[in-house]
């Protein structure tokens, strides 16, 4: 698995990797310069939060983490439309899974490979 497969979906959210497709999309949202997954320089693992009950294209959000003090710290951002819709904690909670299955931040920026052998 490298570094551009962390995908999840939660009761109300799916959070994937971020596409150099998403560029329009992450400019309608009005996204952060630190934020932007597909910009920020120190954001690992970037991902697009996005609902899909009202569509895969909508950027709700962004995601990712970088590393402080030699630890992972996730970094979220949600688009004004959405901050009060209770979304925050949930973000953070599939964020906060997919900290825990990171590779040590001291190390490769990638995630690691999952080994296919043939029976």
Same mark, same amino acid.
């Given at each position: 698995?490298?570094?551009?497969?962390? @995908?999840?979906?939660?009761?109300?959210? @799916?959070?994937?990797?971020?596409?150099?497709?998403?560029?329009?999309?992450?400019?309608?949202?009005?996204?952060?310069?630190?934020?932007?997954?597909?910009?920020?320089?120190?954001?690992?693992?970037?991902?697009?939060?996005?609902?899909?009950?009202?569509?895969?294209?909508?950027?709700?959000?962004?995601?990712? @983490?970088?590393?402080?003090?030699?630890?992972?710290?996730?970094?979220?951002?949600?688009?004004?439309?959405?901050?009060?819709?209770?979304? @925050?904690?949930?973000?953070?909670?599939?964020?906060?899974?997919?900290?825990?299955?990171?590779?040590?931040?001291?190390?490769?920026?990638?995630?690691?490979?999952?080994?296919?052998?043939?029976?």
């Amino acid at each position: 698995m490298g570094s551009g497969t962390l @995908f999840i979906r939660s009761e109300n959210l @799916f959070l994937r990797p971020a596409w150099p497709e998403d560029r329009a999309n992450i400019d309608r949202a009005g996204v952060p310069a630190a934020h932007d997954p597909l910009r920020a320089a120190e954001l690992a693992h970037p991902l697009i939060v996005t609902m899909p009950t009202i569509g895969q294209d909508r950027v709700a959000g962004t995601a990712g @983490f970088i590393v402080r003090k030699g630890r992972w710290q996730p970094r979220i951002w949600l688009a004004p439309a959405f901050r009060h819709l209770g979304l @925050f904690e949930e973000v953070e909670e599939a964020v906060l899974t997919l900290m825990a299955q990171l590779p040590d931040p001291s190390g490769p920026r990638t995630m690691p490979g999952v080994e296919l052998q043939a029976a």
